[in-house]
């Protein structure tokens, strides 16, 4: 067997030895080759995603992260530090008069797992770009305000306006970054059905996350465990007090839970808990299903000093005093409060009132 080199010199014949040795190299090689393309396909294999797995009500006890985090319990058995008027804040926009002193954004990241919202129907308006000099040209949409959207700047609407997707977008993006919480939304709806569904149709990546409770079987089975609602990805629930929006994932508040009367009166001193609906006491009791209690604790004008007097022992001997035998002994599974960093000086905090809640057996 010839092996032939072209050199400027013409052909020359290499020796037995050597072809043998180039042999051995090239069959090395290929070798070489077969092993890692090999490796290739099995890490790409190993990486390829998974086939989405069905809603966790049916599946095992959950495992990993999740488990650790939240072990067994319900959403039923676990409580949320939850914030009145969420939207009212000093960092995003100019409002006047306030119930929270951050963001969305910051109160999330300082432990809020719950976020009251007013929706209104803003009409893009003219006269308004005019007079404002170009800083009130919104365009129609649906906002974020306390009352009329147009009436009294930074009392009912505050400037740049909050849009409702943009806000919901907010807590999305909350999420997506921290895949163990869950977040609740509560909404004073006074948008139509439509308007709300293009309004969230603009959220990216809402609908991956709304938990559905009829596709879970909230009714027949009871709430899941949260550490499934975490392994499924399904960790937004949206609840409204309008009845016809639940084929958008919003459910109807009245259907799925109980809630005390919201206020503490002008002074602070109405302590008793008693239900927001006449029909629908706090210790209601249905087969094979338990509604989540929403407990509000503020008063009817949200000041600094009125929150720190509030938040503190007093929220803590409420609940313990009124609101659980109230509820037939169990405890809220929200806490509602405005300015939830503030308190008596007490020790007590309201987020380290949810902590201890969530402490008991």
């Known amino acids: 067997m010839i092996d032939m080199d072209m050199h400027c010199t013409g052909f020359r014949r290499r020796p ?5 040795r180039g042999h051995a190299r090239r069959t090395l090689v290929g070798l070489l080759l077969l092993a ?13 995603p998974t086939a989405p797995t069905a ?3 049916a599946s095992g006890a ?18 949320f530090l939850t914030t009145h008027n969420a939207f009212t804040n000093y960092e995003d926009s ?3 008069s306030v119930n929270q002193s951050e963001s969305v954004r910051g109160q999330l990241e300082g432990g809020v797992r719950g976020l009251s919202l007013d929706t209104h129907w803003y009409e893009r308006s003219t006269w308004l770009c005019v007079i404002s000099f170009g800083s009130d040209c919104y365009p129609s949409d649906v906002y974020l305000c306390h009352g ?9 609407y505050a400037l740049p306006r909050q849009s409702f997707h943009g806000t919901m977008q907010t807590v999305v993006d909350f999420l997506a970054a921290h895949p163990q919480e869950v977040v609740t939304v509560f909404l004073e709806d006074y948008v139509s059905a439509d308007q709300l569904r293009q309004s969230l149709g603009r959220v990216r990546g809402l609908s991956d996350m709304v938990f559905r409770p009829d596709e879970w079987g909230v009714r027949q089975n009871g709430w899941p465990k949260v550490a499934d609602l975490v392994t499924s990805g399904k960790r937004l629930l949206i609840f409204s007090d309008r009845s016809d929006r639940e084929d958008l994932g919003v459910m109807y508040d009245r259907s799925w839970t109980v809630s005390n009367f919201w206020s503490l009166g002008d002074l602070g001193n109405d302590l008793t808990c008693v239900s ?6 706090l210790d209601r009791q249905e087969p094979g299903f338990r509604r ?11 000041t600094v000093l009125t929150a720190a007097l509030d938040n503190g022992a007093k929220l803590r001997n409420r609940i313990a005093e009124q609101c659980r035998p109230a509820a037939g002994g169990r405890d809220p599974n929200f806490v509602s409060v405005d300015f939830h960093r503030l308190s008596d000086g007490s020790g007590h905090t309201p987020a380290s009132i949810v902590g201890e809640l969530n402490a008991r057996p």
């Not at 037995?16 to 043998?20: E, I, K, S, T």
């Not at 890692?36 to 390829?48: E, F, I, K, Q, V």
């Not at 009329?148 to 009912?156: D, H, L, P, S």
């Not at 927001?276 to 006491?281: A, E, F, I, K, Y």
């Open 94 to 96: 100019r409002w006047s």
């Open 292 to 302: 989540l209690f929403t407990m509000s604790h503020h008063r009817n004008v949200p």
């Open 148 to 156: 009329e959207c147009k009436t009294f700047a930074g009392a009912t």
């Open 16 to 20: 037995a030895g050597a072809l043998r």
């Open 36 to 48: 890692l393309l090999g490796t290739a396909t099995t890490a790409t294999a190993s990486t390829a």
């Open 55 to 57: 809603p966790a009500a």
């Open 62 to 79: 959950p495992a990993g992260p999740a488990a650790a985090r939240w072990g067994d319990r319900r959403l039923d058995e676990v409580s």
């Open 276 to 281: 927001r609906w006449s029909d629908l006491p």
